[in-house]
C-alpha cells in the first residue's frame, strides 16, 4: 500500500505558476505509476498529467501540455506538478494518484488508480 499526501496548492494570479508535491510512504514508490487529477466544482474528475515508474516518459492532457510538468524523486518518494502559466479554468482541487499496474492507455482514467491523496485546492484569479 502507498499513502499520498498533496501540498503545495494556493491562490495565484493568472499566468503565475505553483509548484505542487506528492509526498508517499512505502518503500516500493519506484514501482508506481503517478498520476495527477483535477476536480473543479460540478465537474467531472479531470486527467492532468501522468509520469511512468522510472520518470523517463511523461503524458499530459492537451489542456496542459506545454505549460505543466509532471516529474519524480524516487530518492524522496515524491512526485512534483510544476504550473506556469496558470489560467483561472486551471482552478480545481488537484489529487496525485498511484498505481502499479496501470498501463499507457488506461494511465488517463481516474478509475485504473487505486491510491489517491486528500488533494490541494489550486485557485487562479482573474
Known amino acids: 500500500q502507498v499513502q499520498l499526501v498533496e501540498s503545495g496548492g494556493g491562490l495565484v494570479q493568472a499566468g503565475g505558476s505553483l509548484r505542487l508535491s506528492c509526498a508517499a510512504s512505502?518503500?516500493?514508490?519506484?514501482?508506481?505509476?503517478m498520476g495527477w487529477f483535477r476536480q473543479a466544482p460540478g465537474k467531472e474528475r479531470e486527467y492532468v498529467a501522468a509520469?511512468?515508474?522510472?520518470?523517463?516518459?511523461?503524458y499530459y492532457s492537451d489542456s496542459v501540455k506545454g505549460r505543466f510538468t509532471i516529474s519524480r524523486d524516487n530518492a524522496k518518494n515524491t512526485v512534483y506538478l510544476q504550473m506556469n502559466s496558470l489560467k483561472p479554468e486551471d482552478t480545481a482541487v488537484y489529487y496525485c494518484?498511484?498505481?502499479?499496474?496501470?498501463?499507457?492507455?488506461?494511465?488517463?482514467?481516474?478509475?485504473?488508480?487505486?491510491?489517491w491523496g486528500q488533494g490541494t485546492q489550486v485557485t487562479v484569479s482573474s
Open positions: 509520469i511512468s515508474w522510472s520518470g523517463g516518459s511523461t
Open positions: 512505502g518503500r516500493t514508490f519506484s514501482m508506481y505509476v
Open positions: 494518484a498511484a498505481d502499479k499496474r496501470i498501463t499507457i492507455p488506461t494511465m488517463f482514467r481516474a478509475d485504473e488508480y487505486d491510491y
